[in-house]
């Protein structure tokens, strides 16, 4: 059974720091899904990859296939970046469904 | 505004009583899934529909029933089996599996069971 395991499980940051966060897993994937959670419990879809790195606005998330490695960072964080956010993976023996790690919480102070 | 709607945000029931969540999507999608995240753990999937009228148990189907009668609606059942039903209940769907397709989450219904 694959496992995900993020790290940290939380991080407290100032504003304008620069914030990586980690996502490992057991096994060979298909896909790998950042996601974030609002307090409110609201989840909106950050990235979805299977390779290489992706970019939107001041988010990063890269993964390596080899290592089972997957980053998420943040640059030039922002009090409204805070949040959890949740790795979640898929691979063959989850008939295609994702499998999620237990989230990262986010704090970044002003 | 396409998009996934829950309801209602906030539900309180009483032990040994059945209770249906709602959920709602506007999206066109097939897949459908619901999940139950507790504190401290990840979200864990209940049952999934990758088309109308077809459903499989996910991770933690015991005491929850689920239908699929029409593309956009896909209504939980939390039954008086199930032990510990308190929880914070997300929908979510996608065009198709999640290898391939990102997922959409409703706003979530969080359940007390008194």
């Known amino acids: 059974k694959n496992e995900v395991e993020q790290s940290p499980q939380n991080l407290t940051a100032q504003e304008g720091e620069f914030i990586t966060i980690n996502c490992s897993y057991s096994v060979g994937i298909s896909a790998l899904h950042w996601l974030q959670q609002h307090p409110g419990g609201g989840i909106v879809s950050l990235f979805m990859l299977s390779s290489g790195k992706k970019k939107h606005g001041r988010l990063i998330a890269t993964i390596n296939i080899q290592e089972k490695h997957s980053s998420l960072h943040i640059t030039a964080s922002h009090p409204r970046d805070s949040a959890v956010y949740i790795c979640?993976?898929?691979?063959?023996?989850?008939?295609?469904?994702?499998?999620f790690g237990k989230g990262t919480k986010l704090s970044v102070k002003p | 505004d396409g998009g996934i709607t829950q309801s209602p945000k906030y539900l309180f029931r009483k032990e040994g009583q059945n209770v249906t969540l709602s959920c709602e999507q506007n999206?066109?999608?097939?897949?459908m899934y619901w999940y139950r995240q507790d504190p401290g753990q990840g979200l864990r999937l209940i049952y999934y529909?990758?088309?109308?009228?077809?459903?499989q148990k996910g991770d933690i189907a015991e005491g929850y029933s689920v239908s699929r009668e029409k593309k956009e609606s896909f209504p939980l059942t939390v039954t008086s089996a199930q032990k510990n039903p308190t929880a914070f209940y997300l929908c979510a769907s996608s065009t198709g599996v999640p290898s391939y397709n990102e997922q959409f989450f409703g706003p979530g219904t969080r359940l007390t069971v008194l």
């Open positions: 529909s990758q088309i109308v009228n077809d459903f």
């Open positions: 979640a993976v898929c691979y063959g023996g989850s008939q295609g469904n994702l499998i």
């Open positions: 999206l066109n999608h097939d897949a």
